[in-house]
């Protein structure tokens, strides 16, 4: 199983960026989808997520009306549209796979993770 994040970078204050998580070896719609950041000396936290349905999402209070998280389970990708992005949104995102009930094994898989950097 692979979990790849693309679409880091730099962006200035008020910029967006797309990141895209691409699924390998698991049956992608079988998982709920959820992504991750971590800044230097600060917890990992989760900013958004979606079921392996899809019918809702959810967002950390940080990131709610900015980030919009979205999957296309035909090309096993789940994405963070990052609008408005602050200095604060600096860190590293990861990525993670979560099993729902009828997944083949019970097993969650990340991401290496990608760095957005928000500075002028």
């Known amino acids: 199983v692979h979990l790849v994040e693309s679409g880091g970078g730099l962006v200035q204050p008020g910029g967006s960026l797309r990141l895209s998580c691409v699924a390998s070896?698991?049956?992608?719609?079988?998982?709920?989808m959820r992504w991750y950041r971590q800044a230097p000396g600060k917890e990992r936290e989760q900013v958004a997520a979606?079921?392996?349905?899809?019918?809702?999402?959810e967002y950390a209070d940080s990131v709610k009306g900015r980030f919009t998280i979205s999957r296309d389970n035909a090309e096993k990708t789940v994405y963070l549209q990052m609008n408005s992005l602050k200095p604060e949104d600096t860190a590293m995102y990861f990525c993670?796979?979560?099993?729902?009930?009828?997944?083949?094994?019970?097993?969650?898989?990340w991401g290496q993770g990608t760095q957005v950097t928000v500075s002028s």
């Open positions: 070896g698991l049956t992608f719609e079988r998982y709920h």
């Open positions: 979606i079921p392996s349905g899809g019918h809702y999402t």
């Open positions: 993670r796979a979560d099993p729902d009930v009828f997944a083949a094994d019970a097993a969650d898989y």
